[in-house]
């Protein structure tokens, strides 16, 4: 892991979210042990916020704390990532139901213009392959796209579930001679179908994201 001081405020929030950064990205990666200590020296805080950042990940399924020994980052399965997968593709059903019956006030509006500058660079770095700007461009697509469906629960469990699906898929990713092209990059057809109130395409779009990403992944871990 790279030693990054972190400032002094919200190290709580700091610190949780640099070593999700560092999850992410596999600089730290799955099955790598750690203690409250090593993380408060390796960001010069102390103990308390890291304990309670680390905390924070656990609870997130990012972590798992190991008894007097400290903490593990989780290496997730296939099995589980489809699990995830499947998560994923009922909520979305559900929110695309609402939207149909008229349980919400008409159709999603119109989509913000950053919405669409994420897409766009989601976009340009999978076309490239670069992997470590895809994760945080698709992450904060997505959330923010979330934030149209009006419920910050839902919006907070997705959010949960792709970090977890990133975990799983970076290094399968990254053992790749080159990851140009692989993912996901319909994030702008997506943007156009939300934004003009075509929610049938709109569906076809993400089901097709999760269809392909499963397909992905099992062909990438060979089963």
Known sequence: MRTVPVQRSSLRQQVADALREEMLTGRLPAGGR???????????????????????????????????????????????????????????QGVFRRARDGREEGVPPPVLSSVRRRAEAATRAASAGELDVLIGCDLRFWRELGTLIRNPPINDFLDRLRVQGWMFTVPLLRGQPDPAGLCWDQHLPLVDAIDSGDLPSARRIVGEYHSGSLELMRRLSGE
Do not use: C, N, W
């Not at 750690?34 to 950042?53: G, H, M």
């Not at 656990?58 to 990532?81: I, K, S, W």
């Open 34 to 92: 750690f203690t409250v200590k090593e993380i408060a020296e390796l960001y010069e805080v102390s103990a308390t916020p890291v304990r309670e950042a680390l905390v924070d990940l656990a609870a997130q399924g990012l972590l798992e704390v190991e008894h007097h020994r400290g903490f593990q980052v989780r290496r997730f399965t296939l099995a589980e990532y489809e699990e995830m997968v499947a998560a994923r593709a009922l909520v979305v």
